[in-house]
């Protein structure tokens, strides 16, 4: 069988978001078509409160699905439709917007480590004004499985397929099947999770170094390949990496900050609902 092509090799840029949150942002914004499904991938990470400190206050979106997944500290959640959720190390929350979401994500400590991913999963054109939702996964939830290799995975969403055995996520979605796996592998180890064809796959390295295939990646750079063929990870001295694959959409995409829709009109009816108080 073949193997997957590397298409690009990137490194993300420092930004902030919210009221100053500091933050690297992997990809999103420009030419979004290239990660279909995904929208948009931020890392945060400090040890520095002045970072993180005065959060994501209430704010909108319409048209696609947050997940937040932490490695280290505590957020709270909070929106209109009366959700209250504590998102601690390990845990995930899933926010399908929809129609819309008026929510605030807001750190519930004044000091120590604040880490973890946003990953934004865009919906197809049948669900964007659908009913939203929002679930919490503590860590105890979420799949961990340990390969005789040695190599460490937690099944966010979708199914891994390895050495003959499937393991379900906690997350099964449909029309964009996302696949959502945080891999550690142990210094001299190879891995090949079996991926569908015709899926987007991305990788983002945050802890370590890789090869894909016989192509070195370092941390922070993320890796966009082909969507046929066989995937083989390689790590000599150890790496932690997020997995991403997704069925893509392929139907246009409109983006005006917090709202993804499929044309100018449709931003145009986001922003009077938002102005209206008729959003959410």
Same mark, same amino acid.
């Given at each position: 069988?073949? +193997?997957? &092509?590397?298409?690009?090799?990137?490194? *993300? $840029?420092?930004? %902030?978001? =919210?009221?100053?949150?500091?933050?690297?942002?992997?990809?999103?914004?420009?030419?979004?078509?290239?990660?279909?499904?995904?929208?948009?991938?931020?890392?945060?990470?400090?040890?520095?409160?002045?970072?993180?400190?005065?959060?994501?206050?209430?704010?909108?979106?319409?048209?696609?699905?947050?997940?937040?997944?932490?490695?280290?500290?505590?957020? +709270?959640? &909070?929106?209109?439709?009366?959700?209250? *959720? $504590?998102?601690? %190390?390990? =845990?995930?929350?899933?926010?399908?917007?929809?129609?819309?979401?008026?929510?605030?994500?807001?750190?519930?400590?004044?000091?120590?480590?604040?880490?973890?991913?946003?990953?934004?999963?865009?919906?197809?054109?049948?669900?964007?004004?659908?009913?939203?939702?929002?679930?919490?996964?503590?860590?105890?939830?979420?799949?961990?499985?340990?390969?005789?290799?040695?190599?460490?995975?937690?099944?966010?969403? *979708?199914?891994?397929?390895?050495? =003959?055995?499937?393991?379900?996520?906690?997350?099964?979605?449909?029309?964009?099947?996302?696949?959502?796996?945080?891999?550690?592998?142990?210094?001299?180890?190879?891995?090949?999770?079996?991926?569908?064809?015709?899926?987007?796959?991305?990788?983002?390295?945050?802890?370590?170094?890789?090869?894909?295939?016989?192509?070195?990646?370092?941390?922070?750079?993320?890796?966009?390949?082909?969507?046929?063929?066989?995937?083989?990870?390689?790590?000599?001295?150890?790496?932690?990496?997020?997995?991403?694959?997704?069925?893509?959409?392929?139907?246009?995409?409109?983006?005006?900050?917090?709202?993804?829709?499929?044309?100018?009109?449709?931003?145009?009816?986001?922003?009077?609902?938002?102005?209206?108080?008729?959003?959410?």
């Amino acid at each position: 069988m073949s +193997r997957r &092509e590397i298409l690009s090799i990137t490194t *993300g $840029r420092p930004t %902030s978001d =919210g009221a100053g949150v500091s933050l690297t942002r992997v990809f999103g914004g420009a030419a979004p078509e290239r990660f279909d499904p995904f929208l948009m991938l931020d890392e945060f990470g400090s040890n520095d409160p002045d970072e993180y400190i005065a959060g994501f206050p209430p704010h909108p979106h319409r048209g696609f699905e947050t997940i937040t997944y932490m490695l280290e500290g505590r957020m +709270r959640h &909070e929106d209109h439709m009366g959700n209250v *959720g $504590r998102l601690e %190390s390990g =845990g995930v929350q899933w926010m399908t917007a929809a129609r819309g979401v008026i929510h605030s994500e807001m750190p519930e400590q004044e000091e120590g480590l604040m880490r973890g991913f946003q990953l934004w999963l865009n919906l197809p054109a049948h669900a964007k004004l659908g009913e939203p939702g929002y679930r919490d996964f503590a860590p105890a939830e979420i799949p961990q499985v340990r390969l005789e290799n040695g190599v460490q995975a937690k099944v966010i969403a *979708g199914t891994l397929k390895t050495e =003959g055995i499937e393991h379900q996520g906690v997350v099964q979605r449909p029309d964009t099947e996302p696949q959502l796996f945080d891999l550690h592998l142990p210094a001299g180890s190879t891995f090949s999770p079996q991926i569908p064809d015709g899926h987007l796959l991305l990788l983002y390295v945050y802890e370590g170094a890789l090869q894909v295939g016989d192509q070195p990646v370092g941390k922070g750079q993320l890796v966009r390949l082909s969507e046929q063929g066989e995937l083989q990870l390689h790590s000599e001295t150890g790496a932690r990496l997020m997995l991403l694959a997704g069925r893509p959409l392929r139907e246009p995409i409109v983006q005006y900050g917090p709202f993804v829709m499929n044309s100018r009109e449709e931003i145009e009816q986001a922003l009077r609902d938002f102005r209206d108080g008729t959003l959410a």
